[in-house]
């Protein structure tokens, strides 16, 4: 079979064998990993998220000279909050909920009208991929007032940002029955995906002649609701 093998101190004069490519092959038992110290190289090339995603809207239309009630609805929606989070290391990890990991992890972060990447303060989850949690949201669309010759969008949205295969390094730290534990240096790549909390937000469109073609307007303004 493919792989290389490296015999590794544990500082008590007791090697142990490691297979890379393969997985982990030691002469005593494992009872933990631990993933730490990670730092991604390249993070400063993220790429930015240039706009939020539609998570649901209504559309409100007159196209009469006065003003009119629009009807409101409420509908339910479940939307990940948080991050999704996945480390693929050089070395095959092979002992399931023992292997922990803890360090930053990209982020996105809302500063008034832009947003970012950043990383998170160090949290810890068990093995290599943590999910964002799902939260079913109640989405009311209010009833109100349309001006004459005007149509309304209602939108709750959510700012996503993906990261794919970004490099990283670490320290993976093996911990043994026996109480002995070793270190090596760790490299590999991230992938996962941030999701920040819903907004609300109309979008008005005005000198609307017909309601027929309302999917098709666009917004000429938007405000964020408080």
């Known amino acids: ?6 015999m590794l101190d544990d500082g008590k004069n007791n090697n142990h064998r490691i297979l ?8 005593k038992p494992v009872s933990s990993v631990h993933i730490s110290n990670i730092h991604y190289p390249t993070f400063d090339s993220l790429t ?3 706009s939020p995603t539609i998570i649901a809207e209504h559309k409100y239309c007159n196209a009469a000279s006065i003003n009119v009630t629009g009807s409101g609805e409420t509908i339910s929606k479940e939307v990940s909050v948080g991050e999704d989070s996945t480390f693929s290391s ?33 949290i810890s989850f068990s093995k290599t991929t943590h999910k964002a949690d ?22 709750f949205s959510q700012w996503k940002g993906e ?15 026996d109480g002995t534990k070793w270190s090596l240096d760790d490299t590999g790549t991230y ?7 819903m907004d609300e937000w109309w979008s008005p469109n005005q000198h609307v002649t017909s309601c027929g073609d309302v999917v098709n307007v666009t917004a000429s303004s938007a405000q964020v609701l408080v």
């Open 1 to 6: 079979m493919a792989g290389d093998t490296h």
């Open 20 to 27: 890379t490519g393969l997985g982990f092959i030691f002469w």
């Open 48 to 50: 930015k998220v240039k």
């Open 90 to 122: 050089s070395f095959h990890l092979e002992i399931g909920e023992s292997i922990t990991v803890s360090g930053g992890v990209p982020m996105l972060e809302k500063a008034e009208a832009t947003v970012s990447w950043k990383l998170s303060a160090d």
């Open 134 to 155: 799902t939260e079913k949201h109640e989405l009311v669309f209010p009833q109100t007032t349309i001006p004459p010759q005007t149509s309304l969008t209602y939108h």
């Open 163 to 177: 990261v794919n295969n970004l490099p990283y390094t670490a320290t993976i730290d093996v911990n043994f029955n």
């Open 191 to 197: 992938s996962g995906a941030s999701y920040l909390s």
